[in-house]
T-cell receptor, first 113, second 110 residues
Framework: DAGVTQSPTHLIKTRGQQVTLRCSPI?????VSWYQQVLGQGPQFIFQ???????GRGNFPDRFSARQFPNYSSELNVNALLLGDSALYLC????????????FGPGTRLTVT | KQEVTQIPAALSVPEGENLVLNCSFTDSAIYNLQWFRQDPGKGLTSLLLIQSSQREQTSGRLNASLDKSSGRSTLYIAASQPGDSATYLC?????????FGPGTRLSVLP
């Protein structure tokens, strides 16, 4: 079975632009979570979606938004990019929510110049 | 607010040693704790998941314990190998959030 997939792998954007990151969960998994990992730190929780509804949100500004589609894939959108948004963005899927084991994708490396 | 710390921040050991990585959390009201491994620039690989009702989990050379009342978890790695070199992260689930520690960077020297 394929694991969690994310696209694109790398992305370079300019300050003020908008970006969309994509995630496909493991087949059968209904929950997707998004994390931001700045170099040298542990990942920070951004969002959790389960059955297409937002079930959790971390301490991130409204410039960050996400959605989950009927096939359980998900998109993370970031508007008005700042230099500080440069990070590795990780997606994780689990069967039904955070109580279950989370499986992570390889991440999308976003660089904002 | 849940805070997770990991000690030590970095560790360098010769091949074959048994070692212990520590994870502490401030709020004992957790649902589970998960240990991950991360290679440089890569995603996270799940190692062990311990539910709040469990005391320990084992997988191969890895054993993780959980003491909710004291807010601690340890990851024991037996007979370390150079391939174990990576950053090890623990994360706790409480409410609708999932909080990671900063990680322990492990180097196993041949």
């Amino acid at each position: 079975d394929a694991g969690v997939t994310q696209s694109p792998t790398h992305l370079i954007k300019t300050r003020g632009q908008q970006v969309t990151l994509r995630c496909s969960p493991i087949s059968g998994h209904k929950s997707v979570s998004w994390y931001q990992q700045v170099l040298g730190q542990g990942p920070q929780f951004i969002f959790q979606y389960y059955e297409k509804e937002e079930r959790g949100r971390g301490n991130f500004p409204d410039r960050f938004s996400a959605r989950q589609f009927p096939n359980y894939s998900s998109e993370l959108n970031v508007n008005a990019l700042l230099l500080g948004d440069s990070a590795l963005y990780l997606c994780a899927s689990s069967l039904q929510g955070l109580t279950y084991e989370q499986y992570f994708g390889p991440g999308t490396r976003l660089t904002v110049t | 607010k849940q805070e997770v710390t990991q000690i030590p921040a970095a560790l360098s050991v010769p091949e074959g040693e048994n070692l212990v990585l520590n994870c502490s959390f401030t709020d004992s009201a957790i649902y589970n704790l998960q240990w991950f491994r991360q290679d440089p620039g890569k995603g996270l690989t799940s190692l062990l998941l311990i539910q709040s009702s469990q005391r320990e989990q084992t997988s191969g050379r890895l054993n993780a314990s959980l003491d909710k009342s004291s807010g601690r978890s340890t990851l024991y790695i037996a007979a370390s190998q150079p391939g174990d070199s990576a950053t090890y992260l623990c994360a706790v689930r409480g409410g609708q959030n999932f909080v990671f520690g900063p990680g322990t960077r492990l180097s196993v020297l041949p």
